[in-house]
T-cell receptor
Framework: EAGVVQSPRYKIIEKKQPVAFWCNPI?????LYWYRQNLGQGPELLIR????????DSQLPKDRFSAERLKGVDSTLKIQPAELGDSAVYLC?????????????FGPGTRLTVL | GIQVEQSPPDLILQEGANSTLRCNFS?????LQWFHQNPWGQLINLFY???GTKQNGRLSATTVATERYSLLYISSSQTTDSGVYFC???????????FGEGTQLTVNP
């Protein structure tokens, strides 16, 4: 079984530029999460999807961040415009709620550097 | 929100030594997971353990939900065990995982 796939793995941009991250969850997983991990800290949730619906986006900075999960599978997270403080690792995770243990599986992450 | 505290923050071992990592949490939880974040940043699932005891090779974990703590045991440590170990919990099924600050483990040859 393939794991969670993310791209790109690394991204370097200048401040005020836009950037987008892509995630393909594990097949059959209905719930998808985007987390942000700052250096030396644990990941923090940005947004959670159940199928196509964003059910928890309370920590998403909506003035510059947006996300979508078309057809309840792949998801894209966008930042526009990026700020210096957005430098972090952006992690995507997925799980299959309601069909066994609610284990979240993480992708390799996208390391964003904003100059 | 729920608080998750991990100890110790840093741990240095010689290869072959045993260790115990602790995770305390402030509320009843639905889910508790232990992860190992390797030097490349990948978060690897170790255990899904909201209660009880599990073992997987040289690793084992115990969660005492009524006392709100979990322990991760690493026996006969190897250099490849180095990295950051995170405990993460959620309050309800499928909701956000709240992570602790992690334990940075270094195993020297």
């Amino acid at each position: 079984e393939a794991g969670v796939v993310q791209s790109p793995r690394y991204k370097i941009i200048e401040k005020k530029q836009p950037v987008a991250f892509w995630c393909n969850p594990i097949s059959g997983h209905n719930t998808l999460y985007w987390y942000r991990q700052n250096l030396g800290q644990g990941p923090e949730l940005l947004i959670r999807y159940e199928n196509e619906e964003a059910v928890d986006d309370s920590q998403l900075p909506k003035d510059r961040f947006s996300a979508e999960r078309l057809k309840g599978v792949d998801s894209t997270l966008k930042i526009q415009p990026a700020e210096l403080g957005d430098s972090a690792v952006y992690l995507c995770a997925s799980s299959r709620i309601g069909l066994g243990p609610d284990t979240q599986y993480f992708g390799p992450g996208t390391r964003l550097t904003v100059l | 929100g729920i608080q998750v505290e991990q100890s110790p923050p840093d741990l240095i071992l010689q290869e072959g030594a045993n260790s115990t990592l602790r995770c305390n949490f402030s509320d009843s939880v639905n889910n508790l997971q232990w992860f190992h974040q390797n030097p490349w940043g990948q978060l690897i699932n170790l255990f899904y353990i909201p209660s009880g005891t599990k073992q997987n090779g040289r690793l084992s974990a115990t969660t005492v939900a009524t006392e709100r703590y979990s322990l991760l045991y690493i026996s006969s440590s190897q250099t490849t065990d180095s990295g950051v170990y995170f405990c993460a919990v959620d309050l309800t099924s499928g909701s956000r995982l709240t992570f602790g600050e992690g334990t940075q483990l270094t195993v020297n040859p």
